[in-house]
């Protein structure tokens, strides 16, 4: 039960339409994005007002300050996550947000469907 817990957890905050996928330059297999930009933009938070899903998931709706402050107690997420938010969008770095945990598993589920369909190019 946890792990599949955990699962959808994680496919709501990476696996979804709005998170980036970069891929690295063929040339030196480096992504050319700083690693705090890379990891804005390839995470995703939900339901980060839900004080029920961050007790549920413990803290782990708030995966954009998970990655960037692995070292800070999860209790904080959501003080620093204003902040974030806001320094994110100072320095033009996109910040998403899915206000609910339904919203982020109807994105997976068109990502997951777009992924399925053939490519077209």
């Not at 709501?12 to 690693?35: K, L, M, Q």
């Given at each position: 039960m946890m792990g599949t817990a955990l699962s959808v957890v994680f496919q709501v905050a990476h696996c979804v339409e709005e998170a980036e996928f970069p891929v690295p330059r063929a040339s030196t297999g480096r992504i050319d994005h700083a690693w705090a930009v890379h990891q804005a933009e390839t995470t995703v938070d939900f339901a980060r007002r839900s004080r029920l899903v961050t007790w549920l998931v413990g803290g782990l709706?708030?995966?954009?300050?998970?990655?960037?402050?692995?070292?800070?107690?999860?209790?904080?997420?959501?003080?620093?996550?204003?902040?974030?938010e806001e320094t994110c969008r100072d320095f033009g770095i996109r910040y998403t947000e899915f206000t609910s945990f339904r919203a982020g598993m109807a994105s997976h589920f068109r990502w997951l469907r777009r992924m399925g369909m053939p490519n077209t190019t």
């Amino acid at each position: 039960m946890m792990g599949t817990a955990l699962s959808v957890v994680f496919q709501v905050a990476h696996c979804v339409e709005e998170a980036e996928f970069p891929v690295p330059r063929a040339s030196t297999g480096r992504i050319d994005h700083a690693w705090a930009v890379h990891q804005a933009e390839t995470t995703v938070d939900f339901a980060r007002r839900s004080r029920l899903v961050t007790w549920l998931v413990g803290g782990l709706n708030f995966q954009t300050e998970h990655h960037l402050f692995p070292r800070i107690s999860h209790v904080n997420y959501p003080a620093i996550s204003t902040l974030v938010e806001e320094t994110c969008r100072d320095f033009g770095i996109r910040y998403t947000e899915f206000t609910s945990f339904r919203a982020g598993m109807a994105s997976h589920f068109r990502w997951l469907r777009r992924m399925g369909m053939p490519n077209t190019t």
